[in-house]
């Protein structure tokens, strides 16, 4: 109606063809092609021709009924981005914006909400080993069982340095974390925490931290020189609870996926399939190439991470700790150890070990007894 408004002020006189394409809203040559199709054709010669037709770029139909089956049968429950990955490792080419239009288009995958309102994040540190989060999730990551995943990660690039599972959170597990860290990368800087009771003592619930009483694991943590960075809200770990909401969301799914149920099985595959493909597709470069981890060359590092507790040798040579009597051997250097303070060792797998300054004395399986490999060497 409009193109017949301009065309009968031109046939009048009262517009000229410039002033028709601008009351259409198109340029002179758009005009004049539209002139010559409507006097050829009438009103038809202005429907544009590419209305109805498939577009050549599109998928072919067998494509898509295929990517629908594939989510439906094998990946039901995944969202797009965690889909797409596993689409991309099975071979598939498209984009991540087809595959996940498609998806949406056929209503397996729903359209993500408004965002709120935005919040700044917390700058990265700029180089890797400056700062490492290390935090615990409980979670039913297989049916019918509460595991704990614990994972330690670099605050720069987000590259998980450790992950597993276990039952229950606590002193041990985090210094398996650490160990592993520095047993792969060396010494790092700092450390970044919740106030859980195995990092902190925290002398009124919600306060602050008392940073002169310390846990087992503080304790090891001034030994190795490493800082501890108390998290006084969720909202300062932010980088650590989008972690494991990623985790809870696409772990869950590739363990049943794989039909592991048991921890030992898990573990593996966190080691084996789920670390590497989570560090390709989730690690960001960090701002700076230098490198903070210093490699540890001191004593083993078992003797510092792990639980330490002194106790005074009694008149029969041997040592009272939780329930059991550890028997010091006879050695080189003393007669006896009567009176003498020692320290005693926990170590994370249960064994135990007596020191005397720096001196290992002797070495106990969890029960008490005394190591073979301790009695050789005597």
Known sequence: MRFEEAYEGCQKGRLTQQEAARLLGVCDRTYRRYLVRYEEQGMEGLVDQRLGQVSHRSAPVDEVIALA??????????????????YRRDGGLRSYTWVKKTLQGKG????????????????RAPYIGMMLHQDGSTHEWVPGKLWDLIVTMDDATSEHYSMFFVDEEGTRSSFQGVQEVIDRHGLFASLYTDRGSHYWNTPEAGGKVDKGNLTQFGRAMRQ????????????????????????????????????????????????????????????????ESVSMFVPWAGAPIEDILCEQYERTVGNDNCVRFDGLVLQIPKDQYRYHYVKVKVRVHRYPNGTLAIFHGHRKLVSFNSKGKEAAATKKAA
């Open 69 to 86: 089956d594939l989510y439906n049968h094998r990946y039901q429950g995944f969202n797009a981005k965690h889909f797409y990955s596993w």
């Open 108 to 123: 397996l995958v729903p359209k993500a909400t408004t965002k709120g309102a935005h919040r700044k994040k917390r700058p």
């Open 224 to 287: 190795l020189g490493i800082e501890m960075i108390p998290a006084y809200s969720p909202e300062a770990r932010g980088r650590s609870e989008r972690v494991f909401r990623t985790h809870q969301d696409r772990l869950v799914k590739e363990l049943a996926l794989a039909g592991i149920t048991e921890m030992a099985p898990a573990n593996r595959y966190i080691r084996d399939v789920y670390l590497p493909a989570y560090k390709n597709e989730f690690a960001v470069p960090p701002a």
